[in-house]
């Protein structure tokens, strides 16, 4: 059955929104007695080092800096598109496709483990506008698995007249140099609601209402809301759309009013704003944020939200790399004890020496980077990691075993053979001098063999002991 085409509704329009995409790249991991040069940024030095604990301000394990790359941009949404919900597909038009934007260009150097995450962030240009439904669209460039929209295939990017591109594209236009290997991973999102919207609701109340009903005594603030959502009117619209953002997913306006206090249950919230980390994207929903308003042409976004998602980041991939390591070295473990060691090597420095610990200073980062951490997956992860990392030393400490084994039996069964020869007069003149030499020097060699083989049972019964 052929389903039915609808066109798009958005419910909300963000003048003062931003979406960062992380691109991750390795780099060479620096030389332990190098000290590698902290970025001197102008803008972000003075957030960042704000953001750290005492001990990492005077040895920060990172540095941001911005980068002189910014353009307008137009991003160009498929005109149709589908997703999959609950067993059915939903295909979508799009009337008004095209956005204009304004692309800028940040990146957080880790100074140990040389990986780099560039923050390509998107704002709306002067006089335009990000709908809910525009975000969700750039979360499905890196997420959006659940709904299969196939959307980082159909949505591109055009800087001027230059040939549409993917958004690895942009990043290597705005900064050229950057490598192929540059992935992106994940995604930040930011919008200022203000307490203007449509129909007449207060975003700011409808913050305040939702960190109320999280209360004890929040029985009046819960029904509340229940009764936005069984009316559907403005407020159950807006909280949807919300819904929407922090899931990145389309199918939103089935959330039912259950479902919207879990999806919407922050990570860290104040009265008036919430961020709250989802697989991959951290979303953060404020009536006004002062940094972001500040950092607007610079950074694009807060700084204070790049930050700890981009040290949550770095902490993945490395923890991803180690389980490729250990994976490839257990597929290959048949090729050579080198390659197994050089793989421990490389996962005990990722997992020991490289992870970025939480330094930071204050309760929302801090509290940002363990709830990250924790649920992202990262902290079950790493657990599995350092446990596969057991198994795979295991393995190595045992082939290393059987290799001096097999030495000692190598030596062990040569110099039996060398005192065989040197007695090799004696065991002539046993053999008598009847025999001629071709069968003096055979009997010699089957003295040898017979010498050995004792060697090599004696071996094995202390092998099998």
């Known amino acids: 059955m052929t389903p039915a085409i609808e066109a798009e509704k958005p419910t909300l329009f963000f003048d003062r929104a931003a979406v960062a995409l992380h691109f991750v790249e390795r780099g060479s991991v620096p030389d332990e007695a190098a000290t590698p040069g902290y970025p ?77 995450v560039f923050h390509l962030t998107l704002v709306p240009a002067e006089g335009e506008r990000f709908s809910e439904l525009d975000i969700i669209r750039l979360i499905h460039l890196y997420g959006g698995q659940t709904e ?49 919207t449509r129909g007449g609701v207060d975003h700011a109340a409808l913050l305040e209402t939702l960190q109320a009903a999280r209360a004890e005594d929040g029985t009046e603030a819960r029904a509340r809301i229940a009764g936005w959502m069984r009316a559907g009117g403005p407020e159950a619209d807006t909280l949807m759309a919300w819904c929407g953002i922090v899931t990145g997913i389309f199918d939103f306006r089935e959330i039912g009013e259950e479902e919207v206090l879990d999806t919407l249950e922050p990570t860290y919230a104040r009265s008036t704003s919430l961020i709250r980390i989802h697989r991959r994207t951290m979303t953060s929903l404020s009536d006004e944020d002062r940094l972001m308003t500040e950092c607007r042409d610079s950074v694009g976004i807060s700084p204070y939200l790049l930050i700890p998602h981009a040290v949550i980041l770095h902490n993945e991939a490395l923890v991803d790399e180690a389980e490729r390591t250990i994976a490839e070295a257990r597929s290959t473990r048949g090729r050579g004890l080198g390659k197994g060691e050089a793989a421990r090597r490389i996962v005990e420095r990722n997992l020991d020496r490289l992870l970025v610990p939480n330094v930071f200073n204050y309760a929302t980062e801090r509290t940002l980077y ?80 017979a010498v050995a083989l004792f060697v090599v049972g004696f071996w094995r019964l202390g092998r099998q002991g």
């Open 40 to 116: 001197d940024c102008p803008v972000l030095r003075s957030m960042e080092l704000d953001l750290l604990n005492y001990p990492y301000q005077e040895k920060p394990l990172f540095g941001s800096h911005c980068h002189d790359a910014q353009a307008e941009v137009s991003i160009h949404f498929p005109h149709r598109y589908g997703y999959r919900s609950e067993g059915r597909l939903v295909e979508r038009t799009c009337p008004d496709p095209v956005r204009r934007a304004r692309a800028i260009l940040t990146s957080t150097d880790f100074l140990k483990s040389g990986l780099r």
């Open 148 to 196: 299969q929209t196939g959307m980082a295939d159909l949505i591109r990017f055009r800087i001027g007249e230059a040939a549409p591109c993917d958004a690895g594209g942009l990043l290597r236009r705005l900064l050229p140099g950057i490598g192929p290997q540059a992935r992106l991973m994940t995604g930040t999102v930011q919008i200022l609601t203000g307490t203007q």
């Open 370 to 449: 363990e709830g990250g951490s924790a649920g992202r997956g990262l902290e079950d992860t790493l657990a599995a990691t350092r446990a596969k990392l057991v198994e795979l030393s295991h393995e190595l400490d045992e082939a290393w075993e059987r290799r001096r084994d097999a030495g000692q039996l190598a030596i062990a069964a040569l110099l039996a053979i060398l005192s065989v020869l040197q007695v090799k007069e004696v065991l002539f003149e046993l053999m008598g001098s009847g025999l001629d030499p071709a069968h003096q020097w055979l009997g010699l060699g089957l003295a040898a063999a």
